[in-house]
């Protein structure tokens, strides 16, 4: 199992991030607690001193899996489904922007609640129809980045909710480089049976999230994360396990147990 952690590269309103800020000092703790990689969060690229960030992942030796976008949405409102077609396009060249970042270190970039929600009265299947288009041009721009739906709670989002409607949406776009991101806290909610739902994203899952019931660090609820290794490890995922996590009772505590607790399940 390949460990990561989540760190916002800046501050942000998002409450489920263990780090923020302070990336050298960060990103030294990340990798002398063990992690094998660091997962950043991004609002904006241009905002990052990528010599420095680069600088201090060589350091640490830490590779960057994964790059989430959700912060474009939370800060600044883009959306990749919005009904005004100046806010769709800023999303649009903000995701291209972040594909960029992703194309230079490596790593997935994830599309979370940057895709927005149903406006203003429109239909889910509307506002979907709009995301595919978004999404192709996003892709297609740099198709040789990956990509990874991330599906979402209903009480965040009423656009793919659940692995089936992600798989859908992925199935529909037809296009290599998109895949999905499955988040255990998110599953807690939506899914009937979570291990049958990574079962049934297989190939197409490029990214995975850990995070308790309550969102806390795994073993602070009730999730059965052993089984949850043993299905990953059964259907072949070789990808990083990521905990984007509440920083409870404090980040520290919240990064250490998340380390300690996952690797006691491949002890």
């Given at each position: 199992m390949k460990l990561s952690i989540v760190l916002s590269t800046q501050p942000a309103s998002f409450k489920a991030i263990a780090y923020q800020g302070n990336l050298k000092r960060n990103i030294a703790n990340i990798?002398?607690?063990?992690?094998?990689?660091v997962e950043l969060a991004v609002r904006d690229p241009k905002l990052l001193d990528f010599d420095?960030?680069?600088?201090?992942?060589?350091?640490?030796e830490l590779p960057v899996p994964a790059i989430g976008t959700g912060q474009a949405y939370g800060e600044e409102g883009l959306s990749l489904t919005s009904r005004d077609e100046g806010i769709r396009s800023r999303a649009i060249k903000r995701v291209r922007s972040h594909a960029g970042l992703a194309a230079q270190l490596g790593a997935v970039v994830i599309i979370g609640l940057v895709r927005g929600k149903s406006e203003g009265?429109?239909?889910?299947?509307q506002t979907l129809d709009q995301l595919l288009e978004s999404l192709r041009e996003c892709a297609r721009t740099n198709p040789g980045v990956k990509f990874a739906i991330e599906p979402i709670n209903r009480y965040e989002t009423d656009l793919v909710n659940t692995v089936a409607s992600g798989l859908d949406l992925v199935n529909r776009l037809g296009l290599e480089n998109v895949g999905l991101l499955l988040d255990t806290f998110h599953?807690?909610?939506?899914?009937?049976?979570?291990?049958?739902?990574?079962?049934?994203?297989?190939?197409?899952?490029?990214h995975f999230h850990v995070a308790d019931s309550n969102r806390w660090y795994p073993g602070a609820g009730h999730i059965d994360f052993k089984a949850i290794l043993e299905?990953?490890?059964?259907?072949?995922?070789?990808?990083?396990?990521?905990?984007?996590?509440?920083?409870?009772?404090?980040?520290?505590?919240?990064?250490?147990?998340?380390?300690?607790?996952?690797?006691?399940?491949?002890a």
């Amino acid at each position: 199992m390949k460990l990561s952690i989540v760190l916002s590269t800046q501050p942000a309103s998002f409450k489920a991030i263990a780090y923020q800020g302070n990336l050298k000092r960060n990103i030294a703790n990340i990798a002398r607690l063990g992690y094998d990689g660091v997962e950043l969060a991004v609002r904006d690229p241009k905002l990052l001193d990528f010599d420095m960030l680069e600088a201090a992942l060589i350091n640490s030796e830490l590779p960057v899996p994964a790059i989430g976008t959700g912060q474009a949405y939370g800060e600044e409102g883009l959306s990749l489904t919005s009904r005004d077609e100046g806010i769709r396009s800023r999303a649009i060249k903000r995701v291209r922007s972040h594909a960029g970042l992703a194309a230079q270190l490596g790593a997935v970039v994830i599309i979370g609640l940057v895709r927005g929600k149903s406006e203003g009265g429109r239909k889910p299947q509307q506002t979907l129809d709009q995301l595919l288009e978004s999404l192709r041009e996003c892709a297609r721009t740099n198709p040789g980045v990956k990509f990874a739906i991330e599906p979402i709670n209903r009480y965040e989002t009423d656009l793919v909710n659940t692995v089936a409607s992600g798989l859908d949406l992925v199935n529909r776009l037809g296009l290599e480089n998109v895949g999905l991101l499955l988040d255990t806290f998110h599953m807690n909610i939506e899914e009937p049976d979570m291990l049958a739902s990574i079962r049934q994203a297989r190939e197409r899952l490029f990214h995975f999230h850990v995070a308790d019931s309550n969102r806390w660090y795994p073993g602070a609820g009730h999730i059965d994360f052993k089984a949850i290794l043993e299905v990953l490890n059964q259907i072949g995922y070789s990808g990083f396990v990521s905990a984007e996590i509440l920083p409870l009772p404090d980040p520290a505590t919240a990064a250490e147990k998340t380390i300690e607790n996952m690797r006691a399940l491949v002890a």
